[in-house]
C-alpha cells in the first residue's frame, strides 16, 4: 500500500533525516529506520533541508508544555483557567492536565486555552514550537 506522500524534503546536510508531507497535510519527521516511508520519499527525491521553524510538532510532552507556557508567563493563567473549568468537563480537563504524558496540537483543550490566552493559531504554533525546543 502506498502512503499518501506529497512531499518530502531533507532535515540536515548528511540527509540521514526528511519531513515528509502527508495528504492531509501533517507533517512527520522520519530516518532510514522508517524503511517504507524513506524508500518512498526517496523516490519522490526529498529537496534540500526545510526551515524547521516552519514544522510545527504535532504532540510535545506535558512537561515541554507547561514550561513553555512558565517560560511566556502564561502558566499561571491556565492553571487558573483548568481549575476553573466546572462540572465533568473540568473533572476530565484537571485529570488530563495533571496526568498526561503528552500534549496534542489539535486537542480540544488546547484550543479552549488558546482561546482564553487570547492566542490566534499562529501564537499556538509557536508555542509548540518553543516547547518542542525543551528538553522533554
Same mark, same amino acid.
Given at each position: 500500500?502506498?502512503? #499518501? ?6 532535515? &540536515? #546536510? ?35 533541508? #526545510?526551515?524547521? &521553524? ?18 511566556? &508567563? ?11 473549568? #466546572? ?50
Amino acid at each position: 500500500m502506498t502512503s #499518501p506522500i506529497i512531499g518530502a524534503q531533507y532535515t &540536515n #546536510p548528511e540527509r540521514t533525516g526528511a519531513v515528509v508531507t502527508m495528504e492531509d497535510s501533517s507533517s512527520v519527521l522520519i530516518g532510514p529506520g522508517d524503511a517504507d516511508l524513506w524508500a518512498e520519499a526517496l523516490a519522490f527525491g526529498p529537496n534540500d533541508a #526545510p526551515d524547521m &521553524n516552519s514544522i510545527v510538532p504535532s504532540s510535545v510532552t506535558m512537561r515541554q508544555a507547561q514550561r513553555a507556557l512558565y517560560e511566556k &508567563n502564561l502558566w499561571r493563567q491556565v492553571e487558573d483557567a483548568i481549575a476553573a473549568i #466546572p462540572g465533568p468537563e473540568g473533572d476530565r480537563a484537571r485529570i488530563d492536565w495533571r496526568t498526561g504524558s503528552v500534549v496534542e496540537r489539535s486537542s480540544p483543550l488546547v484550543a479552549s486555552m488558546g482561546a482564553m490566552l487570547g492566542m490566534d493559531s499562529e501564537a499556538m504554533d509557536q508555542l509548540f514550537r518553543l516547547a518542542s525546543t525543551i528538553n522533554g
